[in-house]
């Protein structure tokens, strides 16, 4: 279960910079996890859940926006969403594509109090 130490990641980022800020506690937690990330989102969520108890987070709103994956076809150049690793292109079925998004695993914002 590697969302634990994800989540064990993202509760020490945070408060590094809710101690730069000079922050006591953060209200407000929002991630961005693409699809293609390899994270379970319901063991993320409980991994946050069980490892925020006595942080700087332990009474922050969390939220986890999923992002769609999308690739670009090296061959045609279109580009198109999916959330399938091994997905071909669908207008040329070539499989020589570049992820331009969807694995992210970014904290996009935090308000301290």
């Known amino acids: 279960m590697h969302e634990l130490s994800i989540a064990l990641s993202i509760i020490e980022l945070a408060e590094e910079e809710a101690n730069k800020a000079g922050s006591p ?14 994270v379970d989102f319901d063991a993320l969520e409980f991994a946050l859940e069980m490892s925020k108890k006595s942080t700087l987070i332990e009474h922050a709103a969390i939220s986890i926006n999923k992002i769609q994956g999308k690739f670009r076809c090296k061959e045609c150049d279109i580009s198109f969403t999916t959330d399938d690793l091994i997905s071909p292109c669908p207008s040329c079925k070539n499989y020589h594509l570049e992820l331009i998004q969807g694995n ?3 904290i996009k914002s935090l308000t301290v109090k």
Do not use: D
Request: glycine share 12%; no cysteine.
């Open 25 to 38: 506690e953060i209200n407000e937690l929002e991630l961005e996890v693409g699809l293609l990330a390899g």
């Open 104 to 106: 992210e695993l970014r």
